[in-house]
């Protein structure tokens, strides 16, 4: 047997899609992450201020929440291969755009442009969380959804952990536009890897046998135009609304946490710049292993007790996120005001696996399109969010900021009480549909 039969047989093709998928997660986010990075030296360097920085990453967060929903979409319309390779090349364009365009443009006309590339750039990486949750929906069974939903966005905790030190070295050696060219660069035969392997379902692979195919014929509901059944009714549902709301108002705290911490640890904990610069990356450190750690739990849980095994880990790790929240700003110590906080964002991401799943688990067929109504409520939270935290931490009322978010965190807790994840806003149930809620204990 040759060495490659023998990693066939070890790494089944499903995980080798994930393998894929992963990567293309951990180099979304390093992209993202660099312009922020890359700020330091564009500022003096282009003659921007610190607020047309700013205004540059809300563009990206405007295209990337306006796009979930389409994203979704154009997902079940063209199938999951396509589009992710759609998103690669948008992708890639709008960071050589951002490169290029100082080169060709007089300073006066700079930065209009380089706020619509940051649209486009959003645009482009939005699908990847929905086009990513209906693969997961084809080629694995719905006990291990969590799991690869936690570890996919452990990917991302991950990429946004790398983009600091990868960004910054560079840019202290050869520039801020060349740091940004090589966040792009390995796109390539990234996703040219990920045209020529992945298939949108196992039928479609030529290296999946014989069983597992009629497995997954058996198992998962082939994924159709959402045009067949009608936006509007999915939008209108209850239970894709209830989980988008808990998300927004989880999503409300990751931003406090992931955006705010470094300047509440300089201004309130009064640790040096430096100082404060390492500890800040303690919480998505501990967010990253989290959403690892939330999906193989849930993961467990489902296989024990079906389809509400994922709603026990929000309902715990949701309040006592809140709770911490509460004690890590009236510590006195403000070290172990730093531990609290790193705890807080484990037990936030506990919960990502969780969500997503349940969007599968509702959306059925329109798992696509569902996540991306999800992932819109969780991007709305930061748009909600950080002005409001922004007001706040102004006003020198940090603790009323971590005070909403205790609340919130209570409140997305209490929504789950109320989702079912046994209902979605497909047609009656398929033969195959009906097999999904056996493997989930549904019957």
Request: aromatic letters at 10%.
């Amino acid at each position: 047997m040759s060495p490659l039969e023998r990693i066939s047989i070890i790494v089944p093709v499903r995980w080798r899609i994930f393998g894929l998928l992963f990567l293309i997660a951990i180099l979304g986010n390093l992209q993202v992450r660099g312009l922020s990075i890359a700020a330091e030296r564009m500022m003096p360097e282009l003659s921007f201020t610190q607020m047309q920085i700013g205004w540059l990453e809300q563009a990206f967060v405007i295209g990337y929440a306006i796009f979930q929903i389409p994203g979704g979409v154009l997902g079940q319309r063209y199938g999951a291969r396509w589009t992710m390779l759609g998103v690669g090349v948008l992708s890639f364009v709008c960071i050589i755009a951002t490169i290029l365009f100082p080169e060709v443009l007089a300073p006066a006309l700079l930065f209009l442009p380089l706020l619509g590339a940051q649209v486009l750039f959003g645009i482009g990486q939005a699908p990847i969380y929905p086009v990513s949750t209906g693969v997961f929906e084809a080629w694995f069974q719905p006990r291990s959804w969590s799991l690869v939903q936690g570890l996919i966005s452990m990917g991302q905790g991950l990429g946004g952990a790398l983009a600091p030190p990868f960004v910054a070295t560079l840019m202290s050696t050869v520039g801020w536009q060349q740091a940004l060219l090589w966040t792009a660069l390995p796109a390539i035969p990234l996703f040219l890897c990920w045209i020529w392997y992945a298939r949108n379902r196992p039928q479609d692979h030529p290296s999946v046998s014989k069983c597992d195919r009629a497995c997954a014929e058996a198992t998962n509901p082939k994924a159709t135009d959402v045009a067949s059944r009608g936006l509007l009714s999915i939008l209108r549902n209850g239970q894709v609304l209830l989980l988008a709301a808990s998300y927004l108002a989880m999503n409300y705290v990751w931003y406090l946490l992931g955006n705010w911490c470094f300047l509440y640890l300089v201004q309130v904990r009064h640790f040096s710049v430096i100082t404060s610069g390492l500890l800040a990356i303690a919480p998505p450190i501990a967010g990253g292993l989290g959403a690892g750690c939330g999906g193989a739990i849930t993961s467990a849980l489902c296989a024990r007790f079906g389809a509400r095994g994922l709603k026990l880990t929000p309902l715990i790790a949701l309040p006592f996120a809140g709770v911490l929240l509460l004690f890590a700003v009236r510590a006195d110590n403000p070290y172990s005001a730093v531990l609290m906080l790193t705890g807080c964002f484990f037990l936030i991401e506990l919960t990502e696996g969780p969500f997503w799943a349940a969007s599968m688990v509702i959306g059925k067929r329109d798992s696509m399109v569902v996540s991306g109504i999800l992932n819109t409520g969780g991007n709305l939270g930061g748009v909600i969010g950080i002005p409001i935290v922004a007001y706040f931490s102004g006003h020198g009322s940090w603790n009323t900021a971590f005070n909403v978010g205790a609340l919130l965190a209570l409140v997305s807790a209490l929504a789950w009480v109320a989702i079912k994840t046994d209902q979605g806003p497909g047609p009656s149930k398929t033969q195959a549909e009906r097999f999904h809620g056996r493997l989930l204990g549904q019957g």
